[in-house]
């Protein structure tokens, strides 16, 4: 049986520039024919990832639950042999050479050619293998053929080491039971094998209603300037607007549990772990300059089974006009959305809402009063099977 977790949130910000483009600019797009604000997959995930780590630091998750995305793979590496009394010079080479054996090249200043995503027990796994097979890893002694492309290097030094060792690697990257890799998978391009296809997907936040953007002038004052100096030393632009967003994602529970290595009790705290943080984490973009620390007033988790994902982003294809409260004529049209799509497609579905707009439920949502208590709903539903 197939279950997917929907979550739906619509969550409306005061002025702020949360996610900005090349410009800095906020980010936008058209939809339905008019500019919306737009906050990004990749911004949204990424606050989630850092309220994991807060998780961490409270004791609710373990850092070994969790990945690195970084081209730093060599230094941590290094820094974990040298903890197990190796030298930073020699531990520095051999870790260059186990991530050689998989074909990961790195570069003259220590970094890899790309970003990888690699769990911390993966981590630790190639600083273990390292560790054990010191003497027999070794470089090949066959000189590297000049002129040969990158791929082909890659490959002539992966060969040049003991296949008992780059048998003992390659066991090592199987994700690491790393819980933002299994939501959001990850991409090796020189171990394509060792892929993640993602249990999680993420919808770029997309404001219910149209946008214009705005622009504050500032200025800044010398505060060590003579009193009689007219006139600001600085000033400048700062592009910003303030929308109610609507934000969604999806996750398949079966999919978690497979990337997790069928660890049920590790998806249940991981699933549970990133409906909150879906909900508290907010983008940190220019929070210094507009604070706008405005938490979801409506939040909306389906589980839902042995049928397709419904992103409900059409309610506001006509966008919302703001009259008395912008938020909950979003979280009506929604609503609407939702039993329209329930009546004409069905399905097996079990919903509950955390209302704060006082928007007409209906019988779409049981209603909770708390985070806490949408949490634990949707948990226990999703363990019902």
Same mark, same amino acid.
């Given at each position: 049986?197939?279950?997917?977790?929907?979550?739906? =949130?619509?969550?409306?910000?005061? +002025?702020?520039?949360? $996610?900005?483009?090349?410009?800095?600019?906020?980010?936008?797009?058209?939809?339905?024919?008019?500019?919306?604000?737009?906050?990004?997959?990749?911004?949204?995930?990424?606050? =989630?990832?850092?309220?994991?780590?807060?998780? =961490?630091?409270?004791?609710?998750?373990?850092?070994?639950?969790?990945?690195?995305?970084?081209?730093?793979?060599?230094?941590?590496?290094?820094?974990?042999?040298?903890?197990?009394?190796?030298?930073?010079?020699?531990?520095?080479?051999?870790?260059?050479?186990?991530?050689?054996?998989?074909?990961?090249?790195?570069?003259?200043?220590?970094?890899?050619?790309?970003?990888?995503?690699?769990?911390?027990?993966?981590?630790?796994?190639?600083?273990?293998?390292?560790?054990?097979?010191?003497?027999?890893?070794?470089?090949?002694?066959?000189?590297?053929?000049?002129?040969?492309?990158?791929?082909?290097?890659?490959?002539?030094? @992966?060969?040049?080491?003991?296949? !008992?060792?780059?048998?003992?690697?390659?066991? =090592?990257? $199987? /994700? /690491?039971?790393?819980?933002?890799? @299994?939501?959001?998978?990850?991409?090796?391009?020189?171990?394509? !094998?060792?892929?993640?296809?993602?249990?999680?997907?993420?919808?770029?936040?997309?404001?219910?209603?149209?946008?214009?953007?705005?622009?504050?002038?500032?200025?800044?004052?010398?505060?060590?300037? +003579?009193?009689?100096?007219?006139?600001?030393?600085?000033?400048?632009?700062?592009?910003?607007?303030?929308?109610?967003?609507?934000? &969604?994602?999806?996750?398949?529970?079966?999919?978690?549990?497979?990337?997790?290595?069928?660890?049920?009790?590790?998806?249940?705290?991981?699933?549970?772990?990133?409906?909150?943080?879906?909900?508290?984490?907010?983008?940190?973009?220019?929070?210094?300059?507009?604070?706008?620390? $405005?938490? +979801?007033?409506?939040?909306?988790?389906?589980?839902?089974?042995?049928?397709?994902?419904?992103?409900?982003?059409?309610?506001? !294809?006509?966008?919302?006009? @703001?009259?008395?409260?912008?938020?909950?004529?979003?979280?009506? @049209?929604?609503?609407?959305?939702?039993?329209?799509?329930?009546?004409? &497609?069905?399905?097996?579905?079990?919903?509950?809402?955390?209302?704060?707009? /006082?928007?007409?439920? /209906?019988?779409?949502?049981? +209603?909770?009063?708390?985070?806490?208590?949408?949490?634990?709903?949707?948990?226990?539903?999703?363990?019902?099977?």
């Amino acid at each position: 049986m197939k279950t997917i977790v929907e979550i739906h =949130v619509l969550q409306n910000f005061a +002025p702020s520039n949360l $996610n900005r483009d090349d410009t800095g600019a906020p980010k936008d797009a058209l939809f339905g024919g008019t500019r919306r604000a737009r906050i990004s997959s990749q911004c949204a995930k990424r606050a =989630v990832r850092q309220f994991f780590g807060e998780q =961490v630091a409270q004791g609710l998750l373990s850092a070994e639950d969790l990945a690195r995305r970084s081209k730093r793979v060599l230094e941590a590496l290094t820094d974990i042999l040298v903890g197990k009394g190796r030298d930073a010079e020699a531990a520095n080479q051999k870790a260059t050479l186990a991530l050689g054996a998989m074909e990961l090249a790195v570069k003259d200043e220590g970094k890899t050619e790309y970003l990888l995503f690699l769990g911390q027990r993966e981590i630790a796994g190639i600083a273990d293998v390292v560790h054990e097979k010191w003497d027999a890893l070794v470089a090949s002694e066959a000189p590297a053929a000049e002129g040969k492309k990158a791929g082909k290097a890659k490959k002539q030094a @992966a060969q040049g080491i003991d296949p !008992e060792i780059r048998k003992a690697l390659d066991k =090592v990257f $199987n /994700g /690491g039971k790393a819980l933002d890799v @299994a939501l959001f998978g990850r991409m090796l391009a020189d171990m394509p !094998e060792k892929n993640q296809n993602a249990a999680c997907q993420v919808a770029h936040a997309l404001s219910t209603h149209a946008v214009e953007r705005e622009f504050d002038f500032y200025t800044a004052v010398d505060d060590l300037k +003579p009193e009689d100096t007219a006139g600001a030393d600085m000033m400048g632009t700062v592009e910003f607007n303030s929308a109610c967003f609507y934000r &969604y994602a999806v996750v398949d529970w079966e999919k978690l549990g497979q990337n997790l290595q069928d660890d049920t009790e590790l998806a249940a705290r991981g699933l549970r772990a990133f409906l909150e943080g879906f909900v508290v984490a907010e983008p940190t973009g220019k929070q210094n300059t507009f604070a706008a620390h $405005n938490p +979801p007033e409506f939040v909306m988790i389906t589980v839902r089974r042995n049928t397709a994902p419904r992103n409900l982003a059409n309610a506001f !294809e006509t966008a919302i006009r @703001a009259r008395d409260n912008l938020t909950r004529n979003s979280a009506n @049209a929604l609503l609407d959305k939702a039993r329209a799509l329930q009546a004409a &497609y069905g399905g097996e579905t079990a919903a509950f809402v955390l209302d704060l707009t /006082g928007a007409e439920v /209906g019988d779409v949502a049981q +209603p909770v009063a708390s985070l806490s208590a949408l949490l634990d709903a949707v948990m226990a539903e999703v363990r019902r099977g």
